[in-house]
């Protein structure tokens, strides 16, 4: 037990370690949902009429609609950030090492997944503060309720990322990745416009929307930051995230050897 | 007690075959050169020894332990030196090694005190504070092996580990890894140079996913130059237009 608590420990701080030194990833994981709330929800705020829809029980701007989704949007960037780092450490050898270790490899990819997670949970309430510094505020609560969906939502995200890092193969195909996984798990969900507005337009879309387990995500944040529990969002999200942690746990499993590098 | 035992080996990459059934064992204080020319299987050999792949035919025990059956128990009792150096080149000696304590389950003081006798098995105790990134290839090897050997393992497993080091560094390498075997590790080293084998080591040529011969390096040669036979038995000066 206190060998796997080490374990957990020396990787989670190895993440930090990363992260402080990766100064620019820090500022651009910042930048990315800071342009979306300040530029694009402004112009977009005539445009987009919000409804009276729970969590809400009054009309919110679009600023504050958008802010969960944003939330998702740095955890949902953070957790292919992992894994892009997860393929360059197979390519550079490091991971080799992590997957030596005595422990078993379920734990040691789990915490690298914590690791990560904790590392863009920071970002995120980076991300709120600055939000609040602009007058977009959540009830007090919902900051402290909010933590364990961002853990949740994280872990689910970060499991995403592990379970595609061990499917590529070369840093190359990563860009891949931002096309095909990334964008359309971004937008076809609810972070920047309710389901509802998409059924308007078209209901295979809103299924879609519904299927995806970032709308879940999503709205689980977007719950908890009003200090509220959404059971059937938490539901999907735990479910998607131990789907994919074990396609993760199948990709690198040395029998079936999808790390696999000719020798 | 046999430090690794492997046995029946195969492993193949889709169609091609990387390994045909091999076998060997390697004692506890014994120094073995695994010589093989490139593509000859030995990082194929090593990713199976150090369970980054699982082999479908044949069986591997380290120290005793199955690497199948009792992962933790093997792993535990192995050391490994990638081809590829693992260090983190930002952060100083001491953190690498403290790092690697830690993920074989080992901290604290423990770990503090197995470091330094590490560091001063491979005289790197007063780089101990550097960072990798400004040591010399050389050095960056010695403490990747001093972090091999943090927690005491019985078997160094060691994958072509100068590669990219001028001649005195792989001089001196060769000459810190023999001492540790002379003083009771099982050391299995993947080189495809012929000048890091001693006469007194024992010796597995391998060639296109075979074992060519096994036994000791001085046998072998039969008062010839090793790299002669070599180059004969992996058919590489034919290839090469080489004239024995």
Known sequence: MRGAVLVLRAIAAREALRFVRQRERFVAALVRPLVWLLVFAAGFRAALGMSIIPPYQTYVTYETYIIPGLCGMILLFNGMQSSLSLVYDREMGSM????????????LLVC??????????LQVYTFL???ALFGITMPLAGYVAVLPALFLAGLMLGGLGLALS???????????????????????????????????????????????????AVEMIR???????????MAVTCAAGMVFLALALWGYDPARGMIRRKG | ?????????????????ALSAVSFDVAAGEFCALLGPNGAGKSTLFSLLTRLFTAPQGSIKIAGADLATRPRAAL????????????D????????LSYFAALQGIGGKDAARRIDAALDQLNMRERADEKARNLNGGHRRRAEIARALIHDPKVLLLDEPTVGLDVAARQGLVAHVHALAEAGLCVLWATHLTDEVRAEDRLIMLDQGRILKNGMAGDIAAGRPLTQVFLELTGAAQDAGVAL
């Open chain 1, 96 to 107: 080799r090492l992590l997957l030596t270790s005595p422990m078993p490899r379920w734990w």
């Open chain 1, 112 to 121: 690298k997944l914590i690791g990560s997670t904790l590392i863009s949970i």
């Open chain 1, 129 to 131: 503060v600055i939000a």
């Open chain 1, 166 to 216: 061990s499917f590529i193969q070369q840093l190359e195909n990563f860009a891949g990745v931002m096309n095909f996984v990334i964008f359309p798990m971004f937008f076809l969900s609810s972070a920047l416009y309710p389901l509802w507005r998409m059924a308007e337009s078209s209901e295979i879309l809103h299924d879609i929307c519904a299927f995806n387990p970032f709308t879940h």
């Open chain 1, 223 to 233: 719950f908890a930051l009003y200090a509220q529990v959404n059971f059937g969002a």
């Open chain 2, 1 to 17: 007690m046999s430090g690794i035992e492997a046995r029946d080996l195969s492993f193949s990459y889709g169609t091609k075959q």
């Open chain 2, 76 to 87: 535990a009792q192995m050391g490994v030196v990638f081809q590829q150096t693992t260090l």
């Open chain 2, 89 to 96: 080149l930002d952060l100083s000696v001491r953190r690498n």
